[in-house]
């Protein structure tokens, strides 16, 4: 099992995005848990690299490592877990 360590700093900046251009990031909340199946996987590295500098940090590059994860196995999803 693949884990990230760091976590999302939660900003009004992830408010402030495009739910057309950010689905993703869209459907992440500080309390609730989001999952991703490989169906979805290539929308979040691409999503990932156009986030505004107020959404990023170091979870950015743990999630798209993740990603990479994901996209090498079989039957696997990506987990955001809240609070």
Not at 4 to 20: N, Q
Not at 34 to 48: G, H, K, S, Y
């Amino acid at each position: 099992m693949a884990r990230a360590k760091a976590g999302v700093e939660w900003t009004a900046a992830f408010a402030d995005l495009d739910p057309a251009n950010f689905p993703m990031p869209r459907a992440l909340t500080p309390h609730g848990d989001a999952v991703f199946n490989q169906r979805r996987l290539p929308l979040p590295p691409a999503e990932l690299d156009r986030l505004p500098a107020a959404c990023g940090g170091v979870w950015v590059v743990q999630a798209r490592e993740l990603c990479q994860v994901v996209e090498r196995g079989l039957h696997l999803y990506r987990w955001f877990l809240g609070d």
